[in-house]
């Protein structure tokens, strides 16, 4: 039964309503104005309106979008009032007084189209549920099957006719089913080198037999994509021959990229890994023999026959430490000394040392991006990274040639990434260096970065120039992609991330060798020629040294309560423990105790990098010379300069 809601402020019309109304209807008789109760349809009067006509809007808007009629029992006085809300709040009006077939007549209208209202809805919202489901069901198909779709007939030869296949393929390839069989069919699409692949794919299921392949097709303008294809045969009423074959193709090719790109750093993170364990080897060997050579110039009387040797020595060793120190820097595992600045200042200092590196027959262009954002680098490596790469396209140009530097803001998003799984979304200061030199193939673009790979003559380069720039650029969180083509060319794009942080203060270092003053230092390394000859140093300096070769012999000889250590002189990585283990156990039994790390390099016992900078406690990097070391010691003992 449909509920009427009277809203009447005229008691005697109400009554006489609700006497015409009761017997076919449930009446809601709400003098004061309730709208709160669910109704069908609601009569009112001209007071009542003007009373609540705001109210009644609101109800109708909630409603929506069922219909909810009003009534509006009006007087002659209430013409211009009807008016004014008619078709917002009144649906329709009748005139007081009220005939009872008119106002029969008016209510099963209004009730009618109420009722046609909600079943209309109801039929849109089920018919809507219905196609929502619909594609729903429509979207996990069209995503579970593959990119293309195609069906082959078997002539009775076993050739292949193609039948049909689906638009994608036409999208994708920029070739018809009819163009495909007029180059000569889909071997025509096979690249050369898959083509045994393909037959054999192809013969499998021509005899019966379901089989899947992986191959590369070429579409219609040189492009190559890897596709997995997915094929099954279709046989006849006797299923006895293939009359058929269904197949879909799933295009890879993305993912082919990707893998190659995550196999490819996995590789270089493996040679980076290996350089960094051989580095570290090499420079406990050099700090005993640069050590060692220096202590012995110390001790001998001037203009000794020996001292000339010892020199050149000493200056061997330097070059071999150079060397150890690209390793490290490819390795990422080099101490820096990063400072913010801009990157057209920088370049701007090399320039002309540039231009004299390339030599005169090169032209050198410097396009500076216009207001660059300051990056944090070490100003030292923003040399290395510009000497490098101008020196591999100097040695790439034949005869006269052209050098581009350009640097720009940059803006790395999502999609870019795909392509690009060693970038990161964010904000990037961009280094290009490009050259119209002889370029690479993709053999040799693949390996540019791996320590010690070359394409020069022997004696013309050690191949550790790119793999410096490689493990500098990966050291700042940046990363650098490479494009270059036999005779086109190389471009290098470095991609530096924004710094957004204040600019560091640079510290300036001691320039004489700090003296020690009775100082006792404890010094744990596990590679005895290397303590030996720091133990011989350090007392040379003044210092009262007691020596350990293991963790645990530091430990026991800081547990007797008569050992008084101003100074821990640790290697970070050791059997046992490691250097900042071993540090804090002292400090627990020596508060306060002072601790200096020294290492041939700088990675964990885990691998995670630890930077100079970063480090909790002053670090002291091998191979390192008597002056260094007496600096560092001086600095951690008096830290103010006392």
């Excluded at 300051?374 to 030292?380: G, I, L, N």
Aim: with cysteine; glycine share 8%.
């Amino acid at each position: 039964m449909s509920r009427i809601l009277l809203l009447l402020d005229d008691c005697r019309e109400r009554d006489r309503l609700g006497h015409l109304l009761g017997a076919s209807y449930q009446l809601l008789v709400s003098p004061d104005g309730g709208l709160e109760v669910p109704f069908d349809l609601c009569v009112l009067d001209g007071p009542t309106l003007a009373r609540l006509a705001a109210r009644l809007q609101a109800r109708k808007a909630a409603a929506q979008p069922h219909f909810l009629p009003c009534l509006l029992v009006a007087t002659p006085q209430d013409r211009a009032l009807a008016r004014a809300h008619l078709g917002q709040v009144v649906d329709e009006l009748i005139f007081s007084p009220v005939e009872p077939l008119e106002l029969e007549a008016r209510v099963e209208s209004l009730l009618h189209r109420r009722h046609l209202s909600t079943e209309l809805e109801r039929r849109v919202a089920e018919r809507t549920a219905q196609l929502q489901e619909s594609e729903t069901r429509n979207r996990i198909i069209a995503n579970l099957i593959s990119d293309y779709a195609y069906i082959f007939q078997v002539l009775p030869d076993g050739t292949l006719r193609g039948e049909w296949v689906t638009e994608s393929f036409t999208n994708t390839f920029g070739l018809t089913l009819e163009e495909v069989t007029a180059r000569g069919g889909w071997q025509s699409l096979v690249l050369p080198e898959d083509l045994p692949i393909a037959r054999e794919h192809a013969r499998k299921v021509a005899g019966g037999q379901s089989d899947v392949c992986e191959m590369r097709w070429m579409t219609a303008d040189g492009q190559v994509r890897w596709l997995r294809d997915y094929a099954q045969p279709v046989f006849d009423d006797s299923g006895q021959r293939v009359i058929r074959i269904f197949g879909a193709s799933q295009d890879i090719t993305e993912r082919k990229h990707l893998e190659a790109q995550l196999l490819q750093a996995q590789r270089m993170e493996s040679i980076g890994r290996l350089a960094g364990g051989v580095a570290h080897d090499f420079n406990n060997l050099l700090s005993v023999i640069i050590l060692r050579a220096e202590l012995a110039l110390n001790r001998m009387p001037a203009h000794h026959p020996l001292s000339e040797d010892l020199f050149k020595i000493l200056d061997t060793a330097r070059l071999s430490a150079d060397i150890v120190r690209q390793l490290l820097t490819f390795a990422r595992q080099q101490p820096n000394a990063p400072q913010v600045l801009n990157l057209n200042e920088a370049v701007e200092a090399h320039l002309h040392m540039l231009g004299r590196l390339i030599g005169e027959q090169i032209e050198l262009r410097w396009h500076p991006g216009q207001d660059l954002w300051p990056v944090r680098v070490d100003p030292a490596q923003i040399h290395q990274i510009l000497s490098n790469l101008c020196l591999n396209a100097r040695d790439a140009i034949v005869g006269d040639g052209r050098i581009v530097i350009e640097t720009s803001n940059v803006v790395i998003d999502d999609a870019y990434c795909r392509w690009h799984p060693d970038a990161v979304p964010g904000e990037y200061v961009l280094l290009m260096v490009a050259d119209n030199g002889m370029g690479m193939t993709p053999d040799i673009l693949s390996r540019i970065f791996e320590p010690f790979f070359t394409t020069k003559e022997i004696g013309k380069g050690t191949g550790l120039g790119l793999a410096t720039v490689y493990g500098i650029v990966k050291q700042y969180d940046g990363f650098i992609h490479v494009y270059s083509e036999p005779g086109q060319g190389s471009t290098f794009k470095i991609y530096l991330p924004r710094y957004r942080g204040d600019t560091l203060v640079e510290v300036r270092a001691e320039a004489d060798v700090p003296q020690g003053n009775g100082e006792v230092i404890l010094v744990v390394e596990d590679e005895p020629a290397v303590l030996d000859v720091v133990r011989a140093l350090l007392e040379d300096l003044g210092y009262v040294v007691l020596a350990a070769g293991r963790p645990s012999e530091a430990l026991k000889l800081a547990e007797d309560p008569n050992t008084h250590i101003d100074l821990l002189l640790s290697d970070m990585v050791m059997p046992e423990m490691g250097g900042p283990e071993l540090a804090e156990r002292l400090q627990a039994l020596h508060p306060g105790l002072t601790v200096l790390f020294m290492s041939g390099y700088t990675s964990s016992l885990h691998g995670a990098p630890v930077r100079a900078s970063d480090a909790k406690f002053p670090f002291l990097q091998k191979p390192f010379t008597i002056q260094t070391m007496a600096e560092a010691v001086h600095r951690a003992l008096h830290p103010k300069g006392a």
